[in-house]
């Protein structure tokens, strides 16, 4: 996908020259991958339903203690239980569909972490960032319903840079989209991104080629 309805023309254009500015210095190939998710998540809507349910028997519950002993109907008693499970139910559906924090949080960190991890590996291979010749590609993900960046580096890359030394440039990206600004977040995380590879020896090379596009990719 080469268009996102988060990102203008004019934003392209700018992360793209962040890239090239960065990589003047570096003979690392830094190719930023904006995603809307990572997973469809199937968990979701079997524990959306059990949710609601568990909240139409509280409120089941709520109710007959606030009104017991106006009726001893046992039918009533069933029909109660079936009306605030359903209402439980199709409330907890509709949430999880229409609100993304509510459907965050039936995920769970883990589950999305695990995620965003799998799609950072996935465009890894789909934009063949492991075809340089020094192995010194790196994919910089965005997932934006997750709230999650991942760095994923080469081989060339991670025998010099740790994992742990990746957290300036994630917290340059999220800072900004945090801020409404994920294009200014991303031109930012790219400079960091370019300093930290020049301070830790991923030197540029005399007969060095820009060999992987400086354009974003964006994928459904």
């Known amino acids: 996908m080469s268009k996102s309805p988060f990102f203008s023309d004019a934003d392209r254009a700018l992360i793209a020259g962040a890239v090239g500015v960065a990589e003047s210095r570096t003979s690392g190939e830094i190719v930023p991958v904006i995603v809307p998710r990572s997973s469809d998540y199937s968990v979701v809507g079997w524990k959306s339903a059990m949710a609601g349910a568990f909240l139409g028997l509280v409120g089941y519950e709520l109710y007959v203690f606030q009104y017991a002993g106006w009726t001893g109907e046992s039918w009533l008693d069933a029909l109660g239980i079936s009306v605030f499970l359903v209402l439980g139910i199709v409330s907890s559906l509709l949430a999880s569909t229409f609100v993304e924090g509510y459907e965050r949080l039936l995920i769970g960190r883990a589950a999305m972490d695990a995620a965003v991890h799998q799609r950072a590996m996935k465009a890894f291979v789909n934009h063949e960032v492991f075809s340089t010749r020094d192995r010194t590609g790196i994919v910089l993900l965005v997932s934006l319903f997750e709230h999650r960046v991942e760095v994923f580096g080469d081989s060339g890359i991670n025998e010099i840079v740790k994992p742990e030394d990746w957290a300036e440039v994630v ?34 090379k005399v007969d060095d080629t820009d060999e992987l596009s400086n354009q974003p990719r964006f994928e459904e």
């Open 171 to 204: 917290s340059q990206i999220i800072m900004g989209i945090k801020a409404k600004d994920a294009t200014g977040g991303l031109v930012k995380g790219i400079e960091a991104c370019g300093s930290l590879l020049e301070h830790a020896g991923v030197h540029i």
